[in-house]
């Protein structure tokens, strides 16, 4: 066998890909020839040093919680199936079918309330991170620039008006900002002597304004923004943040559409 | 289609079988969509429609490839409902008229300086080599992954690991300020 016909087949070779008469003709090879050791010792290398990268880069790795929501969440779908399959009658197969497609809608409604749970941590760390604490990895960038580079909703956002609630919203600061691999649209305001971020991405948005969590020191609340989903965080009880959230959805989706 | 009806512990079947995977399927996820809620998105659409047809998988043969198949099928489907299919037979082209002398790859290379070249690739090199250097899949598992002949994938693997190298052979030439672009939408 020539070099060239063993190059040929390095990369079969070190994917154990070859048959085993023509792998025996590339060992042999190699045993002779110090340049072609070299060149598969140089490609297996670079094939572990990618596997390394992949398995080390902490930008890839998931959420610590992830495989265990993802684990919650697929539960009952599996479990019900598991109950539907001992029934054995026409009128068991047409009710599991019912219940697959009910659960079915249920594991999409549950999915589409991670996602929105997963935006709103986004949106809750853009806060801390960028309106209060002035942290960001990337730094943020005009809203204008924002829409040119990124399309919709990042233009329409530099000239949103904030309405009033109960108070005066007074703007403090309004740019594109990005923050755990999304970007956000971010309108920085004080309300009732609290800082609160607007925050504005891609996203399923729900029907109706609501609170999606008030676990931590404040809440947030989700809110409808025409094809987008926006945003209230603030360090601020859940009933101030669903007055903001009421007060800003209507004149925002507007603006928006 | 019927869940299997002999197998009451099917969940905690696929839980064994499937779930251990979640780790390095959420890698190659956040790989391909650059964004995180879209990657997890991503891999819990996979895993609810691989429990939906874990009957037909047959135990003992490789969950990982069952798996990244169902991944790259559901995201095909959503780039096709997004009209976001591309087509760079274009560049394959030039990659087969170009691509003549692979230079040696310099011995100190970082984990950012491997991931910065293997995202300077067109994507389709990127999906190949993703699938079969770093998860280990046969040339027809790849095939079924990404639905193409497997002459398709042994094509693609080898422009793509010789753009590779040339892209890791220039890491010791120029300054360190390549980086990858936060291309974050």
Redesign the interface.
Known sequence: MQCRDVRELA??FL?E?LLVETNHDVVRHLETCAACRAEFD??R???E?????????A?????PA??SE??D???P???A??R???LRSWWA?AA?LIVAAGGGIF?REL?SR??LA??AR?AAGDHQNCAVRFNLA?QPIALEEAGRR?GAPYAALATFELPRADAPLEGVERHSC?Y????FGHIVFRYDGALASLLVT??EPPDAPEIVTADGPGAIASLPAGQFVAFIVADLDRGRVMRLANAIAQPLARHLA | M??????????EA??AEA?PH??RL??HA??LE????E???L???T??QA??SFHRFAPGTNCRAWLLSILHHVRSGRLRKQGRVTVDSAIEERLANTVVFVP??PDR?T??D??AA?ARLPERQQQV??L???E?M??KEVAVALGVPIGTV?SR??RG?EL??TE?ARVGVRPQAIGRE?G??
Request: hydrophobic content about 45%; proline content about 3%; charged content about 25%.
């Open positions: 990369d079969s994917t890909q140089a490609r290398a670079v094939r040093k990618l596997r390394s990268a992949i398995a080390r880069s930008e890839l790795a998931p959420r992830f495989a993802l684990a969440a697929l539960r779908a599996g479990t199936m598991t539907r399959s001992v197969v599991s594991v999915r991670q996602r997963a935006l986004q990337e990124f990005v755990d691999g999304s970007r891609a996203g | 019927h869940a299997d009806t002999d197998s009451p512990g099917r969940w696929f839980q779930m979640v780790d959420f890698r956040m790989w650059r964004n995180r809620t990657a997890e998105d891999v819990q659409e895993l609810v429990l939906q040696p790859v290379l984990d950012e491997m991931l293997l080599i993703l079969s250097d770093v280990e046969t040339y042994m693997l080898h690991r590779l190298r890791l936060s974050v939408p």
